[in-house]
């Protein structure tokens, strides 16, 4: 006899029935019945998770041929659940589920109204298999890649030209594997500019939240040419030797806000750009409308917050307040030169504390780096109205270096209510001045004389808010089935 299971719409299973043998339709030679042990499923799993759009659809990885065995590719699984859940993106868009388990894979694109959401207890892997990251052309505004001269690749997680997108989790990890290209970069055999971890472009409605990024390539997060970006509540960490690793970079874009983030790099925490020397002019699309506040950053060879040094379309109108520095080279940063035109401009920084720094005020006039000879040495930079006040650092062994550029002086800087303390064996010239104006309120050590000390001054910063603060997310939760691995 042979046997077999029926299942009807409401998954019951019936029971298994023996074929039966009929002699002229009308006798019955056998009839057995055999219990049929009910097919497990995995649990439905509740999802909450908050998000500037909640989606009317979702999937998880594994509908569409993922493998979380940490060694199987999946670079096709993303390709084509993206691929098909980009169809719903009219009938109240979609979410795909990275559940459980070690997903290996090299880049894909996201679609618009879409949400990616990795589990807690995911963790994507980037590939070392150099075929699975498609080369990019050069950024417009940058007119080179940074590694190598000529293009560079995908990021893992890409997109361009979309409308509302969220990457988020309940904590997930991504992990860029970025020990095979560190050694590559230090033995100088790149072709191409390594891969970031998240890299969304021409963009706007993008919210990056509630992740954790270790061991990317090269950058970690890098939102260029958009505006309406949200980042918050990511851990970032990389070894604080490992080359290049920026935190987060927002660059050439507007109306941006930065949150909750704890960061360990081997760059600049967070480096705020808009393109470089003759194509960031060119460009002209400056970073604007920043707010970075609550940030906890160790970083002990880059800044905590740089300002440039690519900033060749603009920086202005940057908020910064409530950070934690530890361990870290220098504070908010500025950092420009000859040929990089444009400007740095209202900025504002608030109660910082500082543990063991180099500088905690760090402006750099003659950061030499350049794309090609191209560029345009009567280009000069115009760095005015920069402010900083309510902070305490500690253990410090430079005060603060503060170099200009000749016939180009930085302008308009205001440091108000600052206490310095330093450490055992402090540099005998704690305020190091050059080519800058303004004044100091309040400050020890006493600062250099180009700042001279005014009494109660209390450097500004603004009462209005940014339209990106006012951007409230959404109580999203889904019932998914899903399968550990």
Known sequence: MEYF????????????????????????????AVECKPKTTPPLVTIEFPALNCRKHSAVLTDFGGVGDGKTSNTKAFASAIHKLSGLARDGGAMLIVPPGKWLTGSFNLTSHFTLYIHKDAVLLGSQDESEWPNLPVLPSYGRGRDAPGGRLSSLIFGTNLTDIVVTGGNGTIDGQGAYWWEKFHKKKLDATRPYLIEIMYSNQIQISNLTLINSPSWNVHPIYSSDVLIQGLTILAPVDSPNTDGINPDSCTNIRIEDCYIVSGDDCIAVK?????????VGMPTQQLVIRRLTCISPDSATIALGSEMSGGIQDVRIEDITAINTESGVRIKTA??????????????????????????TGAYGSHPDPGYNPKALPEIKGINYRDIVAENVTYSARLDGITNDPFTGICISNVTITLTEEPKKLQWNCTDVEGVTSNVTPLACDLLPKKKAVECPFPEDRLPIEDVKLKSCSIASSITLF
């Open 5 to 32: 299971c029926l299942k009807s719409r409401n998954s019951q299973v019936i029971e298994m029935i023996s074929t039966t043998y009929i002699l002229l339709g009308l006798v019955v030679l056998s009839l057995h």
């Open 274 to 282: 808009s393109g470089w020397d003759q194509y960031g002019i060119e």
């Open 338 to 363: 000859v040929g990089r035109g444009a400007f740095v401009r209202d900025i504002h920084v608030r109660r910082m504390i500082m543990k063991t720094m180099k500088y905690v005020f760090w402006m």
